[in-house]
């Protein structure tokens, strides 16, 4: 007779991925108030000014336009004020420690995880 082994259960990729999609800060649409992961914000990125780190965004349920400022594991969601030179005014923050932005003359690229997007600059 021998003793039953400790099973040891290692989690599947899927949910250690679940884990870490359902980890991520979300943040509320500043005009209809609906809750967004960051993924979510990202994706609906229209268009971005890569030499300011600046990207556009629309809300998906409201279309109301916010910028966000991006940097390696920051994310700033506001607005811009006045000119000349507009001055990027923050609403909310997120802290994405995996977060790694780089940019060139035509886009903004970030990586978080396994995610990827390039979004390009405004025509
Ligand atoms: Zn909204």
């Not at 290692?10 to 609906?34: I, Q």
């Not at 229209?46 to 400022?69: D, G, I």
Request: glycine share 4%.
């Amino acid at each position: 007779m021998h003793e039953a082994r400790p099973q040891i259960t290692l989690p599947s990729y899927r949910e250690e991925r679940a884990k870490v999609m359902e980890a991520l800060p979300s943040t509320s649409c500043t005009g209809c108030g609906t809750q967004l992961r960051i993924t979510e914000v990202l994706d609906h990125c229209q268009a971005s000014w890569p030499e300011h780190y600046l990207l556009y965004f629309t809300c998906p349920h409201c279309r109301q336009m916010r910028h966000l400022k991006v940097r390696d594991d920051h994310v700033a969601i506001g607005y811009l004020d006045g000119a000349p030179g507009p001055r990027f005014v923050t609403q909310s923050e997120i802290v994405l420690p995996s977060l790694i932005v780089s940019n060139d003359e035509d886009t903004i690229e970030l990586t978080l995880g396994d995610h990827a997007w390039v979004i390009h600059a405004k025509e």
